[in-house]
């Protein structure tokens, strides 16, 4: 799988700039076909850190309605990736 592929946006919220901030862990939004392995690959030649580890979350898709109408949305796939020490991603460098 191509490495832009693999990872299509960061996940940016309250509890993952915590995270961040705290344990050195950034979150993404990665394709449902990605491994832990590609995931891996993908963060360490994008931004040019170094990986320790790489948890990932399957999350299933919320059933939504709007009046009589009932849809879904997308499962999607979420991965936490630990960064080693010294290693830092800024999202909003300016």
């Given at each position: 799988?191509?490495?832009?592929?693999?990872?299509?946006?960061?996940?940016?919220?309250?509890?993952?700039?915590?995270e961040k901030d705290e344990r050195n862990i950034i979150s993404f939004v990665v394709s449902?076909?990605?491994?832990?392995?590609?995931?891996?690959?993908?963060?360490?030649?994008?931004?040019?850190?170094?990986?320790?580890?790489?948890?990932?979350?399957?999350?299933?898709?919320?059933?939504?309605?709007?009046g009589k109408n009932i849809g879904k949305r997308s499962n999607w796939k979420k991965a936490?990736?630990?960064?080693?020490?010294?290693?830092?991603?800024?999202?909003?460098?300016?």
């Amino acid at each position: 799988m191509n490495i832009y592929s693999v990872i299509k946006k960061p996940l940016i919220t309250e509890k993952t700039t915590i995270e961040k901030d705290e344990r050195n862990i950034i979150s993404f939004v990665v394709s449902s076909d990605a491994n832990k392995i590609e995931i891996k690959d993908a963060v360490k030649t994008l931004f040019n850190v170094d990986v320790a580890s790489v948890k990932t979350v399957n999350v299933a898709g919320k059933v939504k309605r709007v009046g009589k109408n009932i849809g879904k949305r997308s499962n999607w796939k979420k991965a936490y990736v630990t960064l080693k020490e010294g290693s830092n991603v800024d999202f909003f460098e300016a």
